[in-house]
Nanobody, 127 residues
Framework: QVQLVESGGGSVQAGGSLRLSCAAS????????MGWFRQAPGKEREGLAI???????VYTDSVKGRFTASRDNAKNTLYLQMNSLKPGDTAMYYC?????????????????????WGQGTQVTVSS
């Protein structure tokens, strides 16, 4: 059974940093495309970053240059380093996985592609 568990969320002031983690279990992690998403109240879930099995990542424009996604296939863990946080980054953050293309994401952050989701971790940024 695939399980994804996020951690590392919290409350920070604008300009601060947080590092999210996503621990994966129940499947061969290295064969899955992984992604980070977020959802703010009243808004649709937004794809932030997708990362291939080889560690190459693609980012949405809103976080490019501020957020960095990485993965440790040996530890079955996904990370999201978030710097220069803004109040607009306040949301529930989720990690997700799919294996449709053998660990590659094909540069597509569509939420509908992802089969497995964590429970989310809250990030709140105050001004």
């Amino acid at each position: 059974q695939v399980q994804l568990v996020e951690s590392g969320g919290g409350s920070v002031q604008a300009g601060g940093s947080l590092r999210l983690s996503c621990a994966a279990s129940g499947y061969i992690y290295s064969r899955y495309c992984m992604g980070w998403f977020r959802q703010a109240p009243g808004k649709e879930r937004e794809g932030l970053a997708i990362i291939n099995k080889d560690g190459t990542a693609v980012y949405t424009d809103s976080v490019k240059g501020r957020f960095t996604a990485s993965r440790d296939n040996a530890k079955n863990t996904l990370y999201l380093q978030m710097n220069s946080l803004k109040p607009g980054d306040t949301a529930m953050y989720y990690c997700a996985a799919h294996s449709k293309w053998g660990g590659y994401c094909n540069d597509s952050p569509l939420t509908s592609l992802f089969d497995y989701w964590g429970q989310g971790t809250q990030v709140t940024v105050s001004s």
